[in-house]
């Protein structure tokens, strides 16, 4: 994977599990990605999301802490934001209105990640 797929563009990391969530900042930082996050709750992914001036992608898993992260690909998708879900869950849990939207199961590669979201 070349980094010149995501150097410089600015991703959200949203994921509650502490060594999911530092090993893939980690990757994207590396591969020259602006990390924002990582966060561990809708409240506090929603927030964010309202004060980045840009993101040109989100990486979501589907279940935060109990929640599901549904209004924060709601808010992604109103900016505009590409992003891909990630999950432990099957495709049937996820709204038929994010059908479009990648969906990567856990456990998963970084670099599978990026090649969903820059294609």
Do not use: H, W
Request: a negative charge; charged letters at 25%.
């Amino acid at each position: 994977m070349s980094d010149l797929a995501i150097a410089g563009r600015i991703v959200l990391v949203v994921e509650d599990e502490f060594f999911v969530a530092d090993s893939l900042k980690l990757y994207l930082e590396q591969e020259g990605a602006v990390v924002v996050g990582p966060v561990a709750s809708v409240d506090a992914a929603l927030e964010l999301i309202g004060r980045a001036e840009r993101l040109d992608a989100g990486i979501v898993d589907v279940n935060l802490q109990g929640k599901r992260v549904f209004p924060v690909a709601d808010a992604l998708a109103a900016r505009g934001v590409p992003f891909i879900f990630i999950t432990s869950y099957g495709p049937e849990s996820i709204p038929k209105r994010f059908a479009s939207v990648p969906n990567c199961p856990k456990p998963f590669r970084p670099d599978e990640l990026v090649r969903l979201l820059f294609p």
